[in-house]
Structures are given as structure tokens and as C-alpha cells.
């Protein structure tokens, strides 16, 4: 047989005890990850003119003149810079961003996102 409380409970009435005391009740909060981020990458090629990157640099990933003129200069010497760390919707949008522009000025440059 059950006890009162557990018919209560089943009734849908509140813990609340005879002598006027309550009872306990738990929530459980779901848990929450981070969610997985991608850099994006811009690789080098012998055709893009260095004027162009910066402007893709400056463009999508808001970069500054200084700062988008040395991510250029590194993708220049090493064959390969980071434009930024996103999401993956973002990181993806940004490297399709990039590479329809590219295409639209007749552009080879290639732009890459890679889990971080």
C-alpha cells in the first residue's frame, strides 16, 4: 500500500507534509558542451595578387590593414595562415564566402577549415 505522500505526489498535489514541512524536489539542468571549433585557413597559390588577400582578409574576416597585411605575408612565406577559429556553420559560410569570391575575380586562392 502506498503512503500518503505517494498518493499525494501521484495526485499531483504538493510535497507539503501535515505538520507543514515540504518535501524535496530535484531538477535535473541538461548538460551543455561546447560546441567543436575549426580554423580557417587560406593556403598559397602563385596567381592570387597579394592586394586581393588582404581585401578577402579585411572583408570576411574583419581584420584590420596591419593585421590582414601580415596573415597575407605569413601565407606568403609558410604556404599557409590562420584567418580565424569559428564554429563549424561559420567556419564553413566563411570558407564559401571566400571561395565564391575568389571564383567571381577569376581568383585561384583556397581557403580550408580544419578542426581545432
Do not use: W
Request: glycine letters at 6%.
Amino acid at each position: 500500500m502506498k503512503d500518503d505522500f505517494s498518493l499525494r505526489m501521484m495526485a499531483g498535489q504538493s510535497g507539503r507534509d501535515d505538520d507543514g514541512g515540504t518535501g524535496v524536489v530535484l531538477k535535473t539542468r541538461p548538460k551543455t558542451k561546447k560546441p567543436s571549433l575549426y580554423r580557417v585557413l587560406l593556403l598559397n597559390d602563385d596567381y592570387t595578387p597579394m592586394e586581393f588577400v588582404v581585401h578577402v582578409l579585411e572583408r570576411f574576416f574583419n581584420k584590420r590593414m596591419e593585421e590582414a597585411t601580415e596573415i597575407m605575408l605569413h601565407v606568403h612565406h609558410h604556404g599557409v595562415g590562420e584567418c580565424g577559429v569559428f564554429t563549424y556553420e561559420i567556419a564553413e559560410t566563411k570558407v564559401t564566402q571566400v571561395m565564391d569570391f575568389a571564383r567571381k575575380h577569376q581568383h585561384p586562392l583556397q581557403c580550408v577549415m580544419e578542426k581545432k
